[in-house]
């Protein structure tokens, strides 16, 4: 990946962003890295039930009718009524569990490492 960065912009709810500046907060990330983060999560594709057998993602890395999206949030909305932070968490519920793992089993193989002095995660070059 290059260092070049762009800059992308969207506008959303006011309460949407709150919503994910708590979540960023949470997990301890700036909002930009966090709204990355979910895009890049989304483009690999969702677990229908939370196991850990993904559905595959379009092979053009994109889901432009979002039926997978569309799928998590009937089956969360099949026990009844969810508010709008309900039911983020509940199509988002697994993922700090997948990234923990993500980010374990990628520390094992010596392709990321944590750098406190940093105070992030950090790939590792070969």
Same mark, same amino acid.
């Given at each position: ?49 939370g196991a850990e057998n993904p559905v595959e993602?379009d092979p053009s890395g994109s889901d432009p009718?979002? @039926? +997978?999206? !569309?799928? $998590?949030? *009937?089956? %969360? /909305? ?14 988002? @519920? +697994?993922? !700090?569990? $997948?990234? *923990?793992? %993500? /980010? ?21 070059? *070969?």
């Amino acid at each position: 990946m290059s260092d070049d960065r762009r800059s992308v912009k969207t506008y959303v709810p006011d309460e949407q962003k709150a919503i994910w500046q708590e979540h960023a907060d949470e997990l301890g990330m700036s909002q930009s890295e966090f709204v990355r983060t979910m895009v890049q999560a989304g483009r690999r594709g969702f677990s229908i039930d939370g196991a850990e057998n993904p559905v595959e993602p379009d092979p053009s890395g994109s889901d432009p009718r979002g @039926d +997978d999206l !569309e799928r $998590r949030v *009937e089956a %969360a /909305l099949a026990d009844g009524v969810l508010s709008w932070e309900e039911l983020v968490d509940a199509v988002f @519920d +697994d993922f !700090e569990g $997948r990234l *923990e793992d %993500a /980010l374990d089993s990628l520390q094992d193989r010596n392709r990321v490492r944590y750098n406190g002095r940093e105070g992030g995660y950090t790939l590792i070059n *070969e």
